[in-house]
């Protein structure tokens, strides 16, 4: 309820920042959980932060090592709600499968279940805890790469598959087995909290899945950083990024708006815990019409070189049934055409800061190459 404290993780993330914006809007007072003291200032210094003019509803918690132990028993101490986003995301980078436990699966689970158990031994104060997980999680690979089946809220993937144990796997293998343990392991845990043999947890969870988030990151600032995560799926198409036309990515995403507000949605009372809501654009979408919505949406920018857009991407399918969370939490998604231009209009925006059209030109330069 507003004027409620809520720990958010993750806080300085694409989605994290979002999220902490929009429950800020809604009225509830946030305790943003940041990695060093420094991330405290760039969120204060947003425009969207400004504008609020949040004072005391918005403090901040300093977490080094979301793995460590006890490593939120200081954050969660006087919240009622927790939002959990902290979590690894795919780099790009060519990490080794004797790498993927700890780059993967270990800030994954441990950083979840960290939390659960510092929430638990906070007391009853803390009444739910909202967690970030992925359509990833609830399809087996099998099934994502096949496109033979639709993923539902209570789909779910037993036992967690064994992590690849030769290199030239896909970056999101080790990435979707990660979004699976860390689902099973929090719902064993609340199971496990029953009253019956670990004591009673007095909170309970929300599991928000997404597809790939799509939207301006207000904390992105280089092209470089507007070019990170999942916003790179559709921006570097329109500067001519060919590396999909082979590989086939999921056709599913969502607008970063949509996921954020469904985070703290979520957070309602009246909404059940313990249950799981899918998000992400109804029917799916298809990559190759990033290039129609640019030459649309940016025709001066295409005509003048700024984007090539003509990048290439195959489409793989995702069959994403949100009716429950259209229903439940009230979410009207946004089309991909609106997440296309928010991303790819960030990406213009910040090109045209000072240094950065070099940078641009650059990185239009490696895709023209690779």
């Known amino acids: 309820m507003a004027g409620d404290l809520v720990l958010i993780s993750g806080a300085t993330g694409h989605l994290g920042f979002r999220t902490l914006v929009l429950a800020l809007e809604a009225g509830y007072q946030v305790r943003a959980a940041i990695r060093n003291e420094s991330r405290a200032q760039e969120i204060l210094e947003t425009p969207s932060i400004k504008r609020l003019n949040t004072g005391s509803n918005l403090t901040f918690v300093t977490v080094p090592d979301l793995t460590s132990d006890g490593a939120y028993d200081e954050a969660v101490k006087g919240v009622k709600y927790i939002i959990h986003l902290a979590s690894p995301i795919t780099s790009g980078k060519n990490t080794q499968p004797d790498q993927y436990e700890a780059v993967y699966i270990s800030p994954a689970v441990h950083g979840t279940l960290g939390m659960l158990e510092s929430a638990h031994r906070a007391g009853p104060t803390v009444r739910r805890i909202v967690i970030a997980s992925s359509v990833l999680s609830l399809a087996s690979l099998q099934d994502l790469s096949s496109g033979a089946n639709t993923v539902t809220a209570t ?17 999101f293998v080790p990435y979707a087995i990660s979004k699976i343990a860390a ?45 990170g995560g999942t916003n790179a799926a559709a921006a570097t198409l329109a500067l001519g990024a060919r ?86 939490l009230g979410i009207r998604f946004r089309g991909f055409e609106e997440q296309v231009k928010s991303v790819v209009g960030q990406l213009l925006e910040v090109a045209d800061r000072e240094g950065q059209r070099e940078e641009l030109e650059s990185v239009k330069r490696e895709f023209a190459k690779a």
Do not use: C, M, Y
């Open 155 to 171: 789909s779910r993937v037993r036992p967690t598959p064994a992590l690849p144990t030769t290199p030239g796997a896909a970056e």
């Open 183 to 227: 689902l099973n392991a929090a719902e064993d845990w609340i199971q496990q909290h029953d009253g019956t043999t670990s004591g009673r947890a007095t909170f309970d969870l929300v599991h928000i899945h997404p597809s790939f988030v799509l939207g301006a990151n207000e904390l992105a600032t280089t092209v470089r950083a507007v070019l």
């Open 243 to 328: 590396g999909g036309a082979d590989e086939p990515r999921l056709g599913a995403s969502v607008h970063l708006e949509d996921v954020a507000e469904a985070h703290v949605r979520a957070l309602q009372p009246e909404v059940a815990g313990n249950q799981s809501f899918v998000v992400s654009t109804p029917g799916g979408i298809k990559w190759e019409d990033t290039l129609e919505v640019v030459e649309r949406v940016f025709p001066e920018a295409v005509a003048d070189g700024r984007l090539p857009n003509n990048g290439a991407q195959k489409t793989g399918e995702l069959n994403a049934d949100v009716a429950k969370t259209e229903e439940v």
